[in-house]
């Protein structure tokens, strides 16, 4: 299952380890994914708000160089998919007008976020089929955020409100998936640097509803929740944030140590508990 690949910004610097877990764990899987060639920024997570037409024209530029490669493209930043497919949205699916200059897009091309990807079949068989340390025992909370899943007429989630996606993968991989009310709650996303109290409070409240859940870690899938979850104060205690690409590489006996170590909730020590590292 080949597939364009859109990294997004984050991939080159604070989400680094969510790129390399993620084609890692893609490789391992038998699935080629293609980094788009002459991608560019696609204006998340600010462009919309203080410009209308890069707002659009960032995204759709993406998509018809994707849409020449004549692959599907696959997002792992849950922002990036968001913008990718409400530009794909607004181009080809809503009779709203267009800026002009804007590039074309005939929607023959689809965007996936990661998680909708690798819950492709035969993908999740794969996985199912090569895991060689299942995660028994790590009680873990999947944590969705708002973009990966809302608008759903735009993300076309199939429920926005309570998502399984990324509790099925994690259950493929033997994963305690704790329910929890708090999956798709804002955790302030951008508003780390305008408003980082507002941000504090609501990593704050997502940690602490984590531990009431019994988890001893949180599985996200966009790098901006796992920087804003992972950098908060320490005074509540420590409860590590992995990418699901990370957990599901732990599970496939990836080599995980470079990717662990860049996080400052070090998430070794819980998996070293439980066997897993």
Not at 68 to 75: P, Y
Request: glycine share 8%.
């Amino acid at each position: 299952m080949d597939a364009t690949y859109f990294p997004g910004c984050s991939a080159h610097g604070t989400g680094i380890e969510y790129d390399r877990s993620t084609r890692a764990v893609c490789k391992a899987l038998g699935a080629e994914l293609h980094e788009l060639e002459g991608w560019t920024c696609c204006g998340a997570s600010s462009a919309h708000a203080v410009d209308d037409f890069l707002g659009l024209a960032l995204p759709a530029r993406n998509l018809a160089l994707a849409e020449a490669a004549g692959r599907d493209v696959v997002v792992p930043c849950a922002a990036c998919f968001h913008r990718l497919r409400e530009a794909a949205h607004r181009i080809a699916e809503t009779t709203a007008p267009i800026p002009p200059d804007v590039p074309a897009f005939a929607g023959r091309v689809d965007v996936l976020h990661l998680l909708d990807f690798l819950a492709r079949e035969p993908l999740r068989a794969t996985l199912r089929e090569r895991v060689v340390r299942p995660l028994a025992g790590l009680p873990v909370v999947p944590y969705y955020g708002c973009l990966a899943v809302r608008p759903p007429h735009v993300t076309r989630a199939p429920d926005a409100e309570f998502p399984r996606g990324l509790d099925d993968l994690l259950a493929d991989v033997g994963a305690d998936v704790r329910e929890w009310p708090y999956r798709t709650r804002c955790c302030g996303a951008g508003m780390t640097l305008p408003r980082p109290d507002l941000v504090a409070t609501l990593c704050g409240d997502l940690l602490d509803m984590a531990r009431r859940a019994g988890a001893e870690a949180i599985a996200v899938a966009c790098p901006l929740c796992f920087m804003n979850l992972d950098r908060q104060p320490r005074e509540r205690g420590d409860l590590p944030v992995l990418y699901v690409t990370e957990l599901l590489g732990v599970a496939l006996g990836l080599p995980t140590r470079r990717w662990l170590r860049r996080h400052l909730v070090d998430p070794r020590p819980v998996l070293t508990a439980r066997g897993l590292a």
